[in-house]
Every structure is written in structure tokens, then in C-alpha cells.
């Protein structure tokens, strides 16, 4: 079966860094999204990654091993607004996007 | 402004009655799909549309059925409601269904069923 694996929750401090892991076992692979979703509304687009490496975008940094099935998403300078679900997904073989249960990141003053 | 419309925003719905989730993007976006999110399970797809004219099931169909008859316009009904699809719904739009392209999210449909 396909599957993808991230924290449940996760807790950080405002001005802080914090790494949120997925980890991928899916039938081909065609590129990983990670989508960041406030509560009650609509996931929108943080980043896409289809070669092995790190994608810096701003705060936010994406990696990817493709060997390793394994990516992260790295937010720095943490701010109050980052508290959000954080959305992990993968496009298969058939081209349709797997999701993760996605991680919902607690930020703290 | 350019995105996706869903409408209603909420309902709350008596099993066994019918019901049509309405979805209309006015970016061209070929590729069109309809998902339900529960705490816990994350997106799954129902069904989804690459193309005007075309429809595919996604990962859980049953109870769901679509149509796309042109490029804008993707409703979702429901023939006869059950509780187990009290659900958030999204609809979601791409400009290509072969992957490598962000989709677009509209902002939801929250349909309780009592």
C-alpha cells in the first residue's frame, strides 16, 4: 500500500527553527509537495520538490531523498502566523497526489 | 478574482437526501479534483477530472458521483446522504493532471449529515 508518515503535532518557540519530517513509501514517485494549511481554511502551496536537495524559499526550506523516501520542510525565524497543519504529499506513479494526515505545528510565544 | 468558488460553505444535511456540492474555477485549469479531509486522515480523493468530458474515481467513490461538462464547472452530488460523509469538503484545480504543478484549493465545504 502507499503511505506517508509525518509527526502528528509539533511545539516551537517564536524566533526559533523547526524541521518537520515526511517519510514516503509509494507506488513510483513523481515529486513531493508540502502545502501549509490554517485551521478552517484551504491548504495553499509552500513548495515542490522532484530532485534530491534543498529548495530555499524565504523562511521556509524543503529537502528531498529520493533514495531515502525522506523529506523535511525547515521553517526559520519562526512567527506567531506559522502556526498551521503542514501538508505533505507525493505524486505516484499515476500522477495522483498521496497526502499525509499532515502536522499540526504549535508556535509559542 | 481568479481561484475557485465552492458553494454552500456549509450545510447541515438529512440522510437520505440529496445533495450537490458546487465547484467553478476561471483559471482554464485543465485538471480538476474533488477531495474530503477528516481530523486524523488527512485528503482523499473522490473523484477527479483531467480533462472537460472526462471523470476518474479516486480513492474513496462510493456514495459520490461527478460531472464535468466544461472546463469551469465540477459539481460533486451526493445521491443519498449517509452520516459516515459528514466530511470537509475541497475542491481543487491544477493546470496539468500529470503532477508538477501546484493545485489550487477553494475554500471548503463543511456538510454535516444527521
Known amino acids: 500500500g502507499q503511505n506517508i508518515d509525518q509527526p502528528t503535532e509539533m511545539t516551537a518557540t517564536e524566533g526559533a527553527i523547526v524541521q518537520i519530517n515526511c517519510t514516503y513509501q509509494t507506488s513510483g514517485f513523481n515529486g513531493l509537495f508540502w502545502y501549509q494549511q490554517h485551521a478552517g481554511e484551504a491548504p495553499t502551496f509552500l513548495s515542490y520538490?522532484?530532485l534530491d536537495g534543498l529548495e530555499e524559499k524565504g523562511r521556509f526550506s524543503s529537502f528531498l531523498s529520493r533514495s531515502k523516501g525522506y523529506s523535511y520542510l525547515l521553517l526559520k525565524e519562526l512567527q506567531m502566523k506559522d502556526s498551521a497543519s503542514y501538508l505533505c504529499?507525493?505524486?505516484?506513479?499515476?500522477?495522483?497526489?498521496?497526502w499525509g494526515a499532515g502536522t499540526k505545528l504549535i508556535i509559542k510565544p | 478574482i481568479a481561484g475557485i468558488t465552492q458553494a454552500p460553505t456549509s450545510q447541515i444535511l438529512a440522510a437520505g437526501r440529496r445533495m450537490t456540492l458546487r465547484c467553478t474555477q476561471d483559471m482554464r485549469h485543465n485538471a480538476m479534483y474533488w477531495y474530503r479531509q477528516d481530523l486524523g486522515l488527512g485528503l482523499r480523493l473522490i473523484h477527479y477530472?483531467?480533462?472537460?468530458?472526462?471523470?476518474g474515481k479516486g480513492e474513496v467513490p462510493d456514495g459520490y458521483s461527478v460531472s464535468r461538462a466544461n472546463t469551469d464547472d465540477f459539481p460533486l452530488t451526493l445521491a443519498s446522504a449517509v452520516p459516515s460523509q459528514t466530511s470537509v469538503y475541497f475542491c481543487?484545480?491544477?493546470?496539468?493532471?500529470?503532477?508538477?504543478?501546484?493545485?489550487?484549493f477553494g475554500s471548503g465545504t463543511r456538510l454535516t449529515v444527521v
Open positions: 520538490n522532484v
Open positions: 477530472s483531467n480533462t472537460a468530458g472526462t471523470t
Open positions: 504529499a507525493v505524486v505516484d506513479s499515476n500522477y495522483q497526489l498521496i
Open positions: 481543487a484545480s491544477s493546470d496539468s493532471g500529470t503532477g508538477g504543478y501546484g493545485y489550487t
